[in-house]
């Protein structure tokens, strides 16, 4: 989203502190109660990443596991009309899920249970808890849609994030060279052009900004403007704002500044098409952030080029991985935290 005028930040900005202070945070639980730690393993799973932060997911508790199912009425079928994304996000959970639960002396193993609509069902067994590095690090990741201050990570970092994303079926490919960076802009200017030009693309992430504070804690969910360095304007004034500024220029001039102030890119790439391997995706995806988070690295998406039909098998050629499919671009790089995005109540996606 392209930054709009100023305005003044409406008095509901210290309510959304304080819901967003609640919504991100390590829990505490009462031992021996089984139900809440269930539920807790659930919120932590709902502090994954989602495409416009819609949370397309359901949580069905089951005896000895915790199954994770499409929400397909949260589905965005203009930028992402195959559920990819959808499904990318069901792994991202999965991942959080699995963290949390080995924090709470619980081993997480995931399986795709297509018999069961698509869900990735985790089963849990008693083992010693492990709070690790990743899991401290849920409360603190972030898609942070900013610009970042422009410093190259340390190898031995890259090696820890490259590590952290590479999974069964997936390579992640991480560029810092500016010629390649630049050349990955290309294509995200591309991409973006053409979502810009598609009408149905901007109505529906149009749909899902929230331009206040009080609508984004009113529906916990949504891209809330300010996370994204805009400034905040009552829903009317923000989405008229919005229909007059949100141009291709100014959205592609936002993300150049974005790409050239990265320290790198890393490119997500799996083996075989299907909803199995893109929650493998997103299990990858959600250690890398993880790990992100955990060194004091930020990143966000640029997903662009693998959202764009026409341009995907472009981008996999100058990547060379043949057939492979780019799944998710991604950049990072050291710089300020912006305000966090919320979630909705366990009520809303437990089943």
Sequence with gaps: MSVLPSCSTETGSDSYANVAE????????????????????VRYA??????HNTQCWKFRLEDGAISILPDLSRRCPAVDPDDHHLYVSLGCAAENLIQAALANGLKGHAGFDAAGGNALRVALESTSPVASMLFQAIPERQTTRGEYDGQPIARQELRLLAKAGAGSGVQVILLTEQQAMEKVLEYVVQGNTAQMNDRAFVEELKKWIRFSSDEAVRTGDGLYAASSGNPTAPTWLGS?????????????DKYAKHVRSSAGIAIFVSDTPGPAQWMEVGRCYQRFALQSAALGIRNAMLNQPVEVPAL????????GVGTHRPDLVVRFGRGPKLPSSLRRPLEAVLV
């Design 312 to 319: 995907r098998p472009q981008f996999a050629a100058f990547l």
């Design 22 to 41: 609640r919504t991100w945070r390590h829990g505490k639980l009462a031992a021996g109660d089984k139900t809440a730690l269930l539920h807790e393993l």
């Design 240 to 252: 008229l704002l919005f229909s007059l500024f949100f141009t291709p220029k100014s959205d592609n």
């Design 46 to 51: 709902t502090l994954a990443p989602s495409s």
